[in-house]
């Protein structure tokens, strides 16, 4: 079992960056697939990024590619997100979550953490 833990949330402007963390507590962290996803109010939670566990397969959606990078650190159990060039659509709470395989739709993870809130606006 995985427990995840999500920060770096907050408040920017457009064309800002922020960097998101999510800390995994127990010791199979890297035998699991990491994705990101995002809720906004209103809408269904959708796919932002994931990462295979070795780091060196990753994914994402149309949306964010070429502005968001995902990577992980099995060594500190940790996931990231670096965000650039955020835009007010990108607002939502983004959720990191732990599953099987490399996968875009949220019922293939079994693991989530409970989201941090990313407000971009002017």
């Known amino acids: 079992q995985v427990q995840l833990v999500e920060s770096g949330g907050g408040l920017v402007q457009p064309g800002e960056s922020l960097r998101l963390s999510c800390a995994a507590s127990g010791r199979t962290f890297s035998s699991y697939t990491m994705g990101w996803f995002r809720q906004a109010p209103g809408k269904e939670r959708e796919f932002v990024a994931a990462?295979?566990?070795?780091?060196?397969?990753?994914n994402y959606a149309d949306s964010v590619k070429g502005r968001f990078t995902v990577s992980r650190d099995n060594a500190k159990n940790t996931l990231y997100l670096q965000m650039n060039s955020l835009k007010p659509e990108d607002t939502a709470v983004y959720y990191c979550?732990?599953?099987?395989?490399?996968?875009?739709?949220?019922?293939?993870?079994?693991?989530w953490g409970q989201g941090t809130q990313v407000t971009v606006s002017s």
């Open positions: 990462v295979a566990w070795s780091g060196t397969i990753t």
């Open positions: 979550a732990a599953g099987a395989v490399p996968r875009t739709d949220p019922a293939g993870y079994a693991y």
